[in-house]
């Protein structure tokens, strides 16, 4: 934490020795390292380690989940693209159909899959269940009382009703299915997998900063980690978002300046790409806008702040509108319509999507009501708030 505290150069130069670090152990233990790649952090880090470190490490990427105007950046760098997992029938799982058999990734991991697990009960599992209406953990939980499995009271009202019986509550539950599992197909497993395949270990470009679990095991584990089953490097850490779009800037200067004719030429060479490839002018994806500075000299991305899948659920809870939804909607209004209402079918056969989970949980979404109309919103009471 104190070397979250430290000036930009402090820290670029911190992670430069870092990642130095962390490449000569991997060398040492007969292991091969890639880079994670993602949105723009990553890609940051792709060129970070490539053009100032000089680690030739190969990205890698689930592409197929992101924007489009970062999958062009990704094919500019020539980042492997991973398909999702196969099914049982050998046809990949595509995130209609993990949604469709799974249930829908809302609110965040974790609520989603202590909820996942309200919805799926088994003999197994009576006890974290248990544990999820009621924050008591029995014997194997150490007796506690209140423990952080409860679900919020918030979700509990919404999505605890299939424990009414057991537990004696009146809870509410939706007609839908909610899960945790769309990750694990679409970009966990199958990265992991291709990690195992190339024995290979990957550079992250994670930052404490942003909060939530990484940055607990980030302040605690550093930013290389050779543990047991585990092995990464994030050296960007200690970076906060000043840095990476200091960072960035940096980079895409180095783009404009020659990088850029640099990758064209190595791709042609390599056949990765067609030689009607337009290569993007900057490495900011589109789908940021630009960086710029305000006039206390803060630098901001004047559109996304953050990317991820254009039809995630996780967080929108948080987001003010226009969030994500209504972006998806200003860009591409088919595929918005698509994912309002007809992502799914229910067992008459009928089509749903968000629109009926976002409704459920209280979620506006309609265009119409962007600016101040808040039709449909739910009021609640503070303390049911997260
Ligand atoms: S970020 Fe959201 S939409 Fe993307 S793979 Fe994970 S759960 Fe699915």
Redesign the pocket.
Known sequence: MQKEKQPYEFKRKYAQIRAEEFARECDGRGLNYHVSVGGLDSIVLYLFLHEICHINAPGVSASM?EDKSIRRVHRALGIIRVPPLRREDGTLWT?AR?IQEFGF?VIS?EVAAKIELLQNPSEKNKTVRHAIITGETGEYGGWQKDSNMKLKQRWLELFGGYENENEGCNYQKPDFLVS?K??YY??EKNCDNWGKEHNSVPFLGLMASEGGRRAKSLRMNGCNYFGKSTIRSAPFAIFHRQDILTLALEMDQMWKDGLKEKYHEKLLEEEKIAESFQMPDSIIPEIYGSIERKPDGTLYTTKAQRT??S????GIHMEKRPHRFDMLYKENPKEWDYLMFHICKDQAGNDYGWAKVLDYIGVEWDPTTIGGNCKGQMSLPLDMMI
Do not use: T, Y
């Open positions: 989940l995130k993990v990734p991991k945790s769309c990750c679409l970009k991820g899948c039809m995630c659920g996780f």
